[in-house]
């Protein structure tokens, strides 16, 4: 079996949006996530020497995310014991037992399939971002992800908005048929 | 050649559908897609594949770091690995 290698210099390069994208959908968070992120590199920086390279960088990096989310819950699980827990329910008697349906939970609501299914969806989006050659990655991003204005991109990257548009092209292009491929078949 | 003012050719098209999918295509611009699509079979598969492309990403409420963030985790990384 292949051995997989190991090369800290490329982890925040290649890993930081696929581990923060899987850390944001379990802790709803932004700075908790990047925390989560930021602690995972180090830890793994830490255990480097563990790594035997039986499964990918990205694999075993996600393996210590997943401990540092399931401590982190724990953390604040522990908080939340000692907190007082508070419900008001309306005593009128002309709405009592109104409050159950109320409370009843919504059949509309998300549920927990769908953030699973969204969650799996944004890292196969994610597997299919890393397949494109850095540039073309990067435009997308600014674009689709992060909303940047066009200007503001070209101007950061210098390049002309035609250059853009074409790299917008190939890589919404490739991407397309890379989900095609990976999402929508299986 | 004469560039026409209502016919354009695929890749104008592609590159309207690619503005469009942001919302920077100009109504004009659009009256021209919708044209080519009419009668354009490829067109018409890449705006179906491209539309579907943007659901996808909606619906996937993918998030990702924007550049400060990023630049924080990078230093806390860089600091450690220096040591």
Same mark, same amino acid.
């Given at each position: 079996m292949a051995k997989h290698k190991i090369n800290p210099n490329d982890w925040i390069k290649l890993y930081s949006d696929y581990l923060f994208n899987y850390t944001i959908t379990r802790v709803s968070d932004r700075e908790i996530a990047q925390d989560l992120v930021s602690e995972t590199f180090l830890a793994g920086l830490k255990s480097m020497s563990n790594f035997k390279g039986e499964a990918t960088e990205?694999?075993?990096?996600?393996?210590?995310? !997943?401990?540092?989310?399931?401590?982190?819950?724990? !953390?604040?699980?522990?908080?939340?014991?000692?907190?007082?827990?508070?419900?008001?329910?309306?005593?009128?008697?002309?709405t009592e037992g109104d409050w159950l349906e109320e409370r009843v939970a919504d059949p509309y609501d998300k549920t927990a399939e769908d953030t699973i299914e969204n969650t799996?969806?944004?890292?196969?989006?994610y597997d299919c971002l890393s397949k494109l050659p850095e540039k073309q990655a990067k435009v997308f991003?600014? !674009?689709?992800l992060l909303n940047h204005e066009t200007e503001a991109i070209c101007n950061e990257l210098n390049i002309t908005a035609s250059n853009l548009w074409v790299l917008i092209h190939r890589a919404r292009t490739?991407?397309?048929?890379?989900?095609?491929?990976?999402?929508? !078949?299986? | 050649m004469k560039k026409s003012i209502l016919f354009i050719s695929? $890749? $104008? #098209?592609?590159?309207? +559908?690619?503005?469009?999918?942001?919302?920077?295509?100009?109504?004009? $611009?659009?009256? @021209?897609?919708?044209?080519?699509?009419?009668? +354009?079979?490829?067109?018409? #598969?890449?705006? &179906? &594949?491209?539309?579907?492309?943007?659901?996808?990403?909606?619906?996937? @409420?993918?998030? +990702?770091?924007?550049?400060?963030?990023?630049? &924080?985790? @990078?230093?806390?990384? $860089? &600091?450690?690995?220096?040591?």
């Open positions: 990205r694999t075993w990096l996600v393996a210590i995310l !997943k401990r540092k989310i399931i401590d982190h819950y724990r !953390k604040t699980n522990s908080n939340k014991g000692k907190a007082e827990v508070r419900m008001s329910y309306s005593s009128d008697s002309e799996e969806l944004g890292l196969a989006i991003k600014m !674009k689709t490739a991407l397309a048929s890379c989900m095609e491929e990976n999402w929508f !078949k299986k | 695929c $890749e $104008e #098209a592609h590159n309207i +559908c690619d503005k469009s999918q942001y919302g920077e295509a100009t109504g004009w $611009e659009r009256v @021209k897609l919708g044209i080519r699509l009419c009668w +354009c079979k490829v067109t018409r #598969a890449y705006t &179906k &594949k491209n539309n579907k492309l943007t659901d996808v990403i909606n619906n996937s @409420k993918i998030d +990702c770091l924007d550049d400060s963030e990023l630049k &924080k985790i @990078k230093q806390s990384f $860089e &600091k450690e690995l220096s040591n």
